[in-house]
């Protein structure tokens, strides 16, 4: 009995010291003593709101294949569609890129623009070599106007290459206990091996709601961003929800052929909140099946 309660006590002790984070020196990338990418797991504090019940109303109808909406405070799962299929999740995934990026170091540090960040498709905000900008800049375009450019430069600032940066994605997300993901890149354009469910997106959108700096971002309607040339350009949010229900507070957009319209959008209302997680739907209902389900969660007696 002795010995087992030794045995306790040391692990209490040491194991807070075997959570590591996302952070760290981006060249070479920071490893534990595996050799694995070391990840530490950050845990801001979470806005305080009222636990939520499961409606008494059924939910709405959902066309998109997968979805779930979970009680941000609580983490109660409040309805489920095919939440854990494993499947292409499009920019969704730059949540994951955001928490990486926050957690890699100075938020304010300059970014130089390579020739090798420019290299995917569009959407992109068509930096140039050379410009420099700050990561506190462009994480918040990236969350705005989800520019494949713009994940790309950061990935490779805070990780030395795309490849690290992915290892730090899956490190991050296995911390988190996001047991069905696997990332290949910052961005979410198709790649084979990669994929997420609706239930791990909504692990990784509450996470991010953590932070009052992303909360920031994501909420962000329009913005106007400045090139080093002195041009400048308005970025409308790609969230579409964020002007059709007003207590919608933000979250991310995802969009290829292999994913479909995704959506994670969060909603405040009456000191309650809620992550709708949306994915594999088409472009006459990812809205409305968003939008929807915010409401069930939402527009009830307190």
Not at 13 to 42: F, W, Y
Not at 229 to 247: A, D, M, Q, R, S
């Amino acid at each position: 009995m002795v010995h087992r309660l030794f045995r306790l006590s040391i692990l209490s002790v040491i194991a807070p010291l075997l959570v590591v984070s996302c952070g760290g020196n981006p060249d070479p990338m920071p490893r534990d003593g595996t050799g694995k990418p070391k990840v530490n797991v950050n845990q801001p504090q979470m806005p305080s709101h009222q636990p939520l019940s499961i409606p008494a109303n059924a939910p709405p109808p959902v066309f998109a294949e997968s979805a779930i909406v979970v009680d941000i405070g609580t983490g109660r799962v409040l309805f489920a569609k095919n939440a854990d299929v494993q499947r292409q999740v499009a920019s969704t995934q730059k949540i994951m890129t955001a928490l990486c990026v926050l957690e890699g170091g100075n938020i304010d540090k300059p970014v130089k623009i390579e020739a090798s960040d420019t290299l995917c498709e569009p959407t992109k905000l068509y930096l140039k070599p050379g410009e420099t900008y700050t990561r506190r800049n462009l994480l918040q375009v990236l969350m705005v106007k989800s520019a494949n450019d713009v994940g790309r430069a950061l990935a490779r600032d805070v990780a030395g290459n795309q490849e690290n940066f992915a290892a730090m994605m899956n490190a991050r997300a296995a911390a988190l206990g996001m047991r069905q993901s696997r990332f290949q890149n910052p961005h979410g354009l198709t790649e084979p091996n990669q994929y997420s469910t609706a239930r791990d997106m909504a692990i990784a959108a509450r996470q991010a709601y953590r932070s009052p700096l992303l909360r920031s971002f994501i909420a962000t309607r329009e913005m106007t961003f400045a090139y080093n040339n002195g041009k400048t350009i308005k970025l409308e949010n790609t969230n579409k929800i964020l002007k059709t229900v007003p207590y919608c507070n933000g979250m991310k957009t995802g969009t290829t052929n292999a994913a479909g319209r995704c959506l994670v959008c969060t909603g405040e209302l009456d000191n309650r909140a809620v992550i709708v997680v949306v994915l594999k739907s088409n472009t006459a209902n990812v809205w409305k099946d968003s939008e929807n389900l915010l409401r069930w969660a939402l527009e009830r007696k307190a």
